[in-house]
């Protein structure tokens, strides 16, 4: 059997994902991260997108982060994530709806709105539907 590692993905209110795996890929901040077993200890900041956990050759989970960190140690990777959530818990409806609100606050322009924020929220509700999007193609 090939060397594998213990993976735990969790939020502040849940636990997301546990389980063994053969290979991370994490959406670091300055690029993808690619991880097996036996890497040398890290921790990265994450930003949002996909992270791609391959268990065996064709199986892969799949679970959209909002951004967080990833910390990795030789036999386990651990990520903390803001949000996270598998395309099956994902309400494509609502996921529209936030980006049209987030949008929105980003065009509204009045002094009430904080910007930065409004434009961070945007890009991650684009980057959750972008990610959607191709769940639904495979």
């Given at each position: ?69 990833v910390e990795v140690q030789p036999d386990m ?62």
């Amino acid at each position: 059997m090939s060397a594998s590692m213990n993976v735990l993905v969790a939020t502040a209110e849940r636990e997301v994902y546990r389980g063994k795996c053969t290979f991370l890929v994490a959406p670091g901040v300055a690029g993808e991260l690619g991880i097996m077993p036996k890497h040398s200890p890290l921790i990265a900041q994450l930003c949002a997108g996909e992270l791609r956990i391959t268990k065996g050759v064709d199986e892969v989970d799949e679970v959209f982060v909002s951004g967080g960190f990833v910390e990795v140690q030789p036999d386990m990777i651990t990520v903390l994530a803001d949000s996270a959530e598998r395309a099956s818990d994902v309400d494509e409806a609502q996921a529209v709806e936030a980006q049209r609100k987030a949008r929105e606050l980003v065009e509204s322009k009045d002094g009430e709105t904080d910007l930065a924020r409004a434009e961070a929220e945007l890009a991650i509700t684009v980057a959750r539907l972008d990610w959607l999007k191709k769940k639904k193609k495979h």
